[in-house]
């Protein structure tokens, strides 16, 4: 029977596993990764973190948590990692997330999001480790949908990013039905919070943090009609834990893919809006006074899904997931953590 507990940040129930296991993030290092570290740890597992730092930072980590700075597309050095640290399962992020660098350069793409997931699977089976969770994602996945999509909902990728998150899941149910791995795929909607990198294309809330805290308007793309599932990064590193644990319970051999998101749609407009008070606020709370001004529009991404949402219903009957933090709380405590590090900076 599962035990549940309230966690300290008192967000939300998660359940304690019979026995702590030990786990390898790969792409620790990153936004989500690092989220699903802290969650882990307070769950009272080992963690050790497998990072090429081409986005993520050492200093989303605490000190005590074992670094491996290596590349997935690099076999010898992912089959190292596994012998020295010997997971029992895997939480694999890491992985090319630009969908235009992935237009521009799909042989990378491939290489890191295809190949690497393939070392990864390849050490882990070698090494005895036979449960997975991927980070799958439903934007890609499912396109334009104006309700929220179950995971029924036929794949259509059209981006080389959107078509090596499928591949991966087809990866995972092959390795399942081969070696009798045991795999989750969490399909995630719009992951915002803390830590994210505002430098690449995706991530605009914190993009918009940035530049709202710098003073300067948000741009916003084209008409800025454009519907997303904003889910809260700390509630998508409790799904993670949630899936590494039921992988206890799975039957072994089987790929579980499952949506992560809050099923609200939430256009950029109205993102925006809800942002701006709350950067100034964060801002002021910490004694710099800033009034961004309001939003510019720019010219409209070519390729922009309308509207992309997805039903979490499937992981609550499976996992008890749902997200905890709403909206408009998750972007209060995102603008602190920007101002946070305007600060410190
Ligand atoms: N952020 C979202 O909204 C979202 C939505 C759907 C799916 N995802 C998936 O979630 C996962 C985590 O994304 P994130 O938002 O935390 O991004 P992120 O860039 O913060 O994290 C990715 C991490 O992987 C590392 N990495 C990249 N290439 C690597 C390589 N070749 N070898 C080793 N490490 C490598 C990076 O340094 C970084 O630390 C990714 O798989 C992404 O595709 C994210």
């Not at 699903?36 to 605490?62: C, F, T, Y």
């Not at 809330?205 to 300067?216: D, E, N, R, S, Y």
């Not at 992981?315 to 709380?329: M, R």
Request: hydrophobic share 45%.
């Amino acid at each position: 029977m599962m035990r549940f507990r309230v966690l300290p940040d008192g967000l939300a129930p998660a359940p304690l596993s019979a026995l702590p296991m030990k786990i390898l993030i790969t792409g620790g290092a990153g936004f989500i990764g690092s989220h699903i570290v802290d969650a882990l740890l307070r769950e009272g597992h080992a963690v050790a973190v497998l990072d090429d730092l081409s986005s993520g930072s050492p200093g989303n980590l605490p000190a005590s948590v074992p670094l491996h700075v290596a590349d997935i597309v690099d076999a010898e050095a992912v089959r190292r990692v596994f012998t020295a640290e010997k997971p029992d399962a895997v939480c694999h992020q890491a992985a090319q997330m630009s969908v235009s660098r992935s237009v521009r350069e799909p042989l990378f793409d491939a290489q890191v999001n295809c190949l690497g997931l393939i070392n990864v699977l390849d050490a882990a089976v070698a090494g005895g480790c036979r449960r997975i969770v991927f980070a799958s994602s439903g934007g890609v996945l499912y396109g334009d949908v104006t309700t929220p999509a179950p995971e029924t909902t036929p794949a259509n990728p059209v981006s080389p990013y959107g078509i090596t998150k499928w591949v991966g899941e087809r990866y995972l149910s092959f390795y399942a039905r081969e070696h009798g791995v045991t795999a989750v795929a969490l399909r995630y909607a719009n992951v915002y919070g803390p830590r994210q990198n505002p430098h690449g294309e995706a991530g605009v809330v914190a993009i918009f943090c940035t530049k709202l805290l710098g003073g300067q308007p948000a741009t916003i793309n084209g008409d800025g009609r454009y519907v997303r599932d904003y889910v809260f990064g700390p509630d998508v590193a409790r799904a993670n834990v949630l899936a590494l644990a039921a992988t206890d319970r799975c039957a072994a051999g089987s790929l579980t893919s499952l949506n992560i998101g809050t099923g609200i749609g939430t256009d950029v407009v109205e993102l925006e809006a809800v942002l701006r008070p709350a950067v100034g606020a964060a801002a002021a709370a910490r004694g710099h006074a800033v009034d961004p001004p309001p939003p510019v529009h720019g010219p409209a991404r070519a390729g922009d899904l309308r509207s992309n949402l997805v039903d979490a219903t499937l992981a609550k009957s499976i996992l008890g997931w749902e997200p905890a933090v709403p909206l408009d709380a998750g972007l209060a405590l995102t603008a602190a953590w920007f101002a946070d590090r305007q600060r410190d900076a």
